[in-house]
């Protein structure tokens, strides 16, 4: 899951929403923050079916898309502006592959878009429920891993507990395991590769990979 530093810059506002009401110059850390939920699907083949996603937002993000989007100024998202919420998302973030990563032996899998990205509005919050599904065959043998993260840094998609990724299905003599990277050890670790790669592809390096929560499958 690439994007360059231009389309992050052009694109920072979380899913082309509200773009009046976020900074256009804003720095590389979180504006919009997101609790998560992943559940892997897998098949009866052995494959991995699909990725279901759950996102609850802040309330002040919440609280600005409920501005742009009530149409009758009621306070209250009636269906077709939560729909209409739903397709922005999903037409906006294909470009950043709806901030799913899926690898296998570290080969990134791509995903196709989702249908339909759902709605909803719950307790001064935005929800959203969708699933994508692998690009390329993922069977359920070497290594595959699996992340949720905004590319240019500006959404911060947060899984609370480690139960919130899970793998849904007969993993058969599969592990898996929540990795949650430390910056500090990361940042010592790679700290002369990474001013290479930066310095080598500035536009293309994915530096937020690296700090991203994942769950890693072994068979």
């Known amino acids: 899951m690439k994007t360059t530093r231009k389309n992050g810059l052009a694109r920072l506002a979380f899913a082309g929403i509200c773009l009046t009401a976020l900074p256009t110059n804003a720095g590389a850390h979180p504006h919009i923050f997101a609790e998560a939920r992943l559940e892997v699907m897998l098949g009866e083949d052995d494959q991995v079916e699909e990725l279901r996603h759950v996102w609850r937002f802040d309330e002040f993000f919440s609280s600005t898309v409920m501005l742009e989007f009530d149409a009758n100024t009621n306070l209250e998202l009636e269906p077709e502006e939560l729909?209409?919420?739903?397709?922005?998302?999903?037409?906006?973030?294909?470009?950043?592959?709806?901030y799913?990563?899926?690898?296998?032996?570290?080969?990134?899998?791509g995903v196709v878009a989702p249908e339909r990205i759902f709605a909803n509005f719950e307790d001064g919050q935005l929800l959203m429920?969708?699933?994508?599904?692998?690009?390329?065959?993922?069977?359920?043998d070497g290594k595959l891993a699996f992340g949720v993260y905004d590319p240019t840094m500006y959404a911060a998609i947060d899984f609370v507990n480690d139960t919130d990724l899970v793998v849904m299905g007969d993993a058969g003599d599969c592990e898996s395991a929540v990795i949650r990277p430390?910056?500090?050890q990361v940042l010592a670790e790679m700290q002369g590769s990474l001013t290479d790669a930066f310095f080598n592809d500035p536009e293309g390096?994915?530096?937020?990979?690296l700090f991203a929560t994942r769950l890693e499958v072994t068979c």
Request: charged share 30%.
């Open 182 to 184: 430390d910056p500090d």
């Open 205 to 209: 390096y994915d530096v937020s990979q």
């Open 129 to 140: 429920f969708f699933s994508v599904k692998p690009k390329a065959a993922a069977p359920l």
């Open 100 to 109: 799913t990563s899926i690898q296998k032996d570290g080969v990134e899998l």
């Open 83 to 98: 729909e209409a919420i739903g397709e922005t998302v999903r037409q906006s973030l294909a470009d950043f592959d709806y």
